[in-house]
C-alpha cells in the first residue's frame, strides 16, 4: 500500500533536547515537505526538498534541520534553538511539479515536558 | 510575500444548511487546490481547479475558481456531520515548482 509514514506518532521533548522527527514515503515522489500546525492554525511550511541531497527554507525554519540522503526519506530535526516546538508536525510529498496535489502522512504531535 | 486568506475563520450549520467558504489571493494562481482535515487527522486532498472561471462538482461540494484566477469558492449544500473539518485551499508559490501556500483554513462544525 503505498503512502507516507510519520513516526513516532506522539514525542515528548526535554529542554535543551534534539529530537528527530522520522518521515518515509513509499510514493517515488521527488518533492517532500515538513509543516507545523499549531492549534486552530494553518499549514506553515518549516523545510522542502525537490531532489535528492538537496533542500531549501521556507517560512519557519529557524530551530529546525533536515537531511534528504534518500529518495523516501525526510527527517525533521527539531533543535534546543526551537523555543516552542509544541505543535503538531505535518509530512508531505508530491511529484515535483506545480499542478500535483501533496500527499501528507498522519503526522507527529510535540510537547515539551 | 504571497498570502492566501480564507474566510469566515470558523462557522457552525445546522446539519441540512448550505456551507461557502472563499479564498483569496494575493497573486494570481496558475491554479488552486483544496484540501480537508478533519478533527485529529491530516489532510487530504479534494480538487485542483485550473482554468479561469472553471466549476468542479464532486457530490455536495462545488467548487469555483474565480475569472482573474486570484479567488476561489467551496460550497456544500446541504450539509451532513461527516462534512466537519477544517477545509484548506492552496495556491502555488510564484517561482517554486511544488512550492504551495496553504490558505489559513475555513473551520466547519455541524450538528444535528
Known amino acids: 500500500d503505498g503512502g507516507i509514514t510519520q513516526s513516532p506518532k506522539y514525542l515528548f521533548r526535554k529542554e535543551g533536547q534534539n529530537v528527530t522527527l522520522s518521515c518515509e514515503q513509499n510514493l517515488n515522489h521527488d518533492a517532500m515537505y515538513w509543516y507545523r500546525q499549531d492549534p486552530g492554525q494553518g499549514l506553515r511550511l518549516i523545510y522542502y526538498?525537490?531532489?535528492?541531497?538537496?533542500?531549501q527554507k521556507g517560512d519557519i525554519a529557524e530551530g529546525y534541520s533536515v537531511s534528504r540522503e534518500k529518495k523516501e526519506s525526510f527527517p525533521l530535526t527539531v533543535t534546543s534553538a526551537q523555543k516552542n516546538p509544541t505543535a503538531f508536525y505535518l509530512c508531505?510529498?508530491?511529484?515535483?511539479?506545480?499542478?500535483?496535489?501533496?500527499?501528507f502522512g498522519d503526522g507527529t504531535r510535540l510537547s515539551i515536558l | 510575500g504571497q498570502q492566501v486568506m480564507q474566510i469566515p475563520q470558523y462557522q457552525h450549520v445546522q446539519e441540512g444548511e448550505d456551507f461557502t467558504t472563499y479564498c483569496n489571493s494575493s497573486?494570481?494562481?496558475?491554479?488552486i487546490q483544496w484540501y480537508k482535515q478533519r478533527p485529529g487527522g491530516h489532510p487530504v486532498f479534494l480538487i485542483q481547479?485550473?482554468?479561469?472561471?472553471e466549476v468542479k462538482k464532486q457530490k455536495r461540494l462545488t467548487f469555483q475558481f474565480g475569472e482573474a484566477k486570484k479567488n476561489s469558492s467551496l460550497h456544500i449544500t446541504a450539509t451532513q456531520t461527516t462534512d466537519v473539518g477544517t477545509y484548506f485551499c492552496?495556491?502555488?508559490?510564484?517561482?517554486?515548482?511544488?512550492?504551495?501556500?496553504f490558505g489559513t483554513g475555513t473551520r466547519l462544525q455541524v450538528t444535528l
Open positions: 492552496a495556491g502555488p508559490n510564484t517561482g517554486t515548482a511544488s512550492k504551495l501556500t
Open positions: 526538498s525537490q531532489i535528492v541531497n538537496d533542500f
Open positions: 508531505a510529498s508530491s511529484l515535483r511539479d506545480t499542478n500535483q496535489p501533496q500527499h
Open positions: 497573486t494570481t494562481l496558475s491554479n
Open positions: 481547479l485550473v482554468k479561469s472561471g
